[in-house]
């Protein structure tokens, strides 16, 4: 399970003198040219360069297919100048959305989760741990685990004092998982 | 043309090598890797890729991920490095996709390199009597001259082969080397020789002062006569007063006491040690 995301929203500006149209637009920056540098202390750097018609004046660019892992506030534009433009800010998404798939699934720890299993059958259950490929060691209550690939994680049932209904992305990451035990 | 640039966690490399021994164990070729690592949630297809080598100061490291077991062996050639700031970048040669998993791509390629086999015995000054014999593994070390690959070698795990590579005989880490440099790894302990080490005298000579004697006795049970390495680590202001092996000084608190040991047979060490501790 990959996931890749929008980093973000890039709102710029071209300079007056080539404002027409002021009604703002929404195009996606197509990948481009990558450099990459890898660091052996768990750190990339990435320099992207993207061909994109710009429209005049105010719009939000779409920069599409960063890897989730993206640090989003080192986010910048290199070359506004050469590009005339004003960079005037990026909105992403929060650090941990969007995150690797172990990030993700270490996040529903505590949750509440409902597991749709593979013929329509479904169960609530907290998530208790999430461990990369062996069982979760459980103690406590009415307890069972499922598959969620890549990896295994360990619920307990339905409390009595209901919390919040499960998020939409929690039961999807989970919903082709098969029992087992 | 916009061009972005952005940090990325979840991304990281390390070197792998192969070292295979010769029959002598004089010499041996080196095969070097960068396996990179992608846990970043995405691919990439760089139109250059560059890895860079180095202690470099970040604010938060993230903990270490268990990669997958996924290889993917691309590329012959082989990648040159050179120095930026204070790291060492290699720049790989048409760089593959880097998907999920790990990504193996060649350091140095299949290089004849001189290699130097020793034993070597540690132990550590104890401070007062200690009449215990104690054993002292005796490792089995390699010195290898990495002059023949003329190129710096990122810090990674040196994994060393014999028997026309059949047989994994250990592995070892190795710092980051520069060209020229000689690299020093210990993959195991020697099966044939044994050796003990026992107190025999003590003398408090000052309130911070002493004098030790020490035996090392060293037994092989190899066909052919081996020298081991003794190696000693004293605190303070010491000096070896009297020895049976002459010996030469490694470092500020280390001496070394080179022993022949003949074939099938025993061999004995003694010293004697003046050790001052500053009060």
Known sequence: MRRRRV??????????????????????????????VVTNQNLGVVVESRSVSLPAGRFELRWEGTPAAARTETWTVTNAREARIRWLGLSGPLPGTG????????????????????????????VLAVYGATAAPCSGKALSSFTASPVRACCSGPSRARPPAPTESSCASTASAPETG | ?????????????????????AADEKRGHLEGWFVVDNRSGGDFTPSRLRLLAGTLRVAATPAPRPMVDRLQVAMEKVASSEELSEARVYEVAS???????????????DAEVVVEKRYVARSTYWMGANEEPQR????????????ALAKALPAG????????????????????????????IETSEAFDLTARRRQVSFQQTGRTESESSYEVEIASRKKEPV???????????????????PPKKLAAFTVEFPVTVPPGGEAKLTYRVRVRIRG
Do not use: N
């Open chain 2, 136 to 147: 002292i593994p005796v490792g089995v070390q390699y010195r290898v001259a990495t002059r």
């Open chain 2, 1 to 21: 043309m916009i061009t972005s640039r952005y940090l990325v966690g979840e991304v990281s490399w390390e070197a792998s090598y192969a070292l295979s021994l």
């Open chain 1, 99 to 126: 995150a690797a798939d172990s990030e993700w699934l270490r996040g529903l720890v505590g949750k509440h989760v409902r597991i749709a299993r593979p013929g329509g059958s479904t169960a609530e259950a907290e």
């Open chain 2, 227 to 245: 020298t081991v390495l003794v190696r000693e680590q004293f605190p303070g202001d010491w000096t070896v007063v009297e020895s049976s092996v």
């Open chain 1, 7 to 36: 980093i973000g929203t890039l709102l710029l500006a071209l300079p007056a003198f080539l404002a027409g149209a002021q009604q703002p637009s929404l195009p996606a920056a197509p990948a481009g040219r990558q450099d990459l």
């Open chain 2, 157 to 184: 795990v040196v994994r060393v082969y014999v028997e026309d590579g059949t047989v994994f005989t250990g592995e070892d880490r190795i710092e980051h080397t520069p060209e020229r440099s000689d690299v020093e």
């Open chain 2, 95 to 109: 760089p593959p996709r880097l998907a999920a998993g790990r990504t193996t791509l060649p350091l140095a390629s």
